[in-house]
């Protein structure tokens, strides 16, 4: 990419958008990083985070001073879930490209009104999903391109977190408690979704257990579990379980990708799994498991923000000795390739690998499995856009 090109990207909300800002501040195509959050003491944090690119750095006093900034290229919000959707709308209507965490929104008709936004802007919209561009998934995606899979024959992916405490249960994100699980589905659905290479179609979902009364009141949600099947376009199907209240049951962030030929098994050790034919007599021969420790592909990053897909790399003055050992940041080294995607999605004049289409049918996905459980495992369409 042409270095001389330059853009200039805001962020909103410095609690876990803090994180993207030095890595911002060292693109080699960003020339100005603008910061906005009502919090005296993130700004600072954000401030010392960026504290080696001072000269590209700004703070706003609001949302609406970025917006009314004609020179503000693009922006990244990192603010809370319900008010994803109206801040994406106002930003493409500023005239301004925009990336925003997940979900998308929280409603089919929200997500139309995303959708509709970025249309008539002609601008960029791009749905920050961390686990596509994780270590696991990149590899995950190799074998795929070099066709290693066969056929895909089903997939699963999972995500079971307990949400109830800590930092998800603070008086500013009070609006976690009692969120049904498949509104925030995208880690688990994602990768699916893009490993199937088509459109979801329909689902069914059922919810299981039992919850506190005073969760249940926010959304009128009774499950702290739900799991769902997905049928794509293409005849493929998978299934997607959520945890997300009340559950005795560590992280994990996982998918299996089942083929023909090898299968992607990240829920069990990081394995691949290939099974030999005799071609001859269509008898399975042997079979062999690879147990996978996934490269860190800085490769695909500009020299200047590789050292962020490794704990300590920001500060570190050996980091590049330390690319192929150290462990990986924060979801997995994901964060420098999501703030790449979207800044050189802008400047080549491309969609974003999670534009406003993809991100719709994924996030559409869970709104529907939803609904789905809460009318006894209903068959739901997943809406077009």
């Not at 993130?42 to 590209?56: Q, S």
């Not at 009692?178 to 893009?194: E, K």
């Not at 959304?219 to 997300?244: H, I, K, Q, T």
């Not at 499995?369 to 209903?378: D, I, L, Q, W």
Request: aromatic fraction near 10%.
């Amino acid at each position: 990419m042409n270095q001389s090109k330059q853009i200039s990207v805001a962020m909103i909300g410095l609690a876990f958008g803090g994180l993207f800002a030095p890595i911002y501040a060292a693109h080699p195509n960003v020339e100005r990083v603008i910061l906005v959050d009502r919090d005296p003491e993130r700004i600072e944090t954000a401030l010392y985070l960026t504290r080696n690119f001072r000269h590209k750095v700004e703070v706003y006093n609001s949302f609406e001073d970025v917006l009314r900034d004609r020179s503000i290229d693009a922006v990244h919000i990192c603010t809370g879930i319900p008010g994803h959707w109206e801040m994406s709308v106002s930003v493409l209507d500023a005239g301004k490209h925009c990336a925003c965490a997940v979900p998308m929104a929280i409603s089919l008709e929200d997500i139309r009104r995303v959708v509709e936004a970025a249309r008539r802007s002609g601008k960029n919209y791009m749905m920050m999903e961390t686990e596509i561009y994780e270590a696991a998934f990149l590899y995950a995606r190799g074998m795929l391109e070099r066709g290693e899979f066969g056929r895909i024959q089903f997939m699963r992916g999972i995500h079971h977190q307990c949400m109830d405490f800590g930092d998800w249960n603070t008086q500013t994100r009070h609006y976690w408690r009692g969120m049904p699980p498949m509104w925030y589905i995208s880690h688990a659905l994602s990768p699916l979704r893009v490993a199937a290479g088509s459109r979801i179609r329909e689902v069914v979902c059922f919810g299981s257990g039992t919850m506190d009364e005073e969760k249940v009141k926010n959304y009128g949600n009774p499950y702290p579990a739900e799991d769902m099947l997905v049928r794509f376009e293409n005849g493929l199907a998978a299934e997607v379980s959520r945890m997300m209240h009340e559950c005795s049951v560590k992280q994990t962030e996982s998918y299996n990708i089942y083929g023909s030929k090898k299968s992607f098994m990240y829920e069990y050790r990081h394995e691949v799994w290939e099974q030999f034919y005799d071609e001859t007599k269509y008898d399975r021969v042997g079979f062999h498991t690879d147990v996978i420790d996934y490269p860190n592909r800085y490769d695909l990053l500009p020299e200047e923000i590789q050292r962020f897909t490794i704990e300590g790399g920001a500060d570190s003055e050996n980091w590049k000795e330390l690319l192929d050992t150290a462990p990986l940041s924060m979801h997995s080294g994901s964060h420098p390739h999501l703030v790449h995607e979207f800044v050189s999605s802008i400047l080549e004049n491309r969609k974003s690998a999670m534009d406003e289409d993809l991100s719709a049918n994924i996030t559409a996905a869970g709104i529907c499995a939803h609904t789905s459980a809460m009318n006894g495992g209903r068959l739901e369409t997943v809406p077009e856009f």
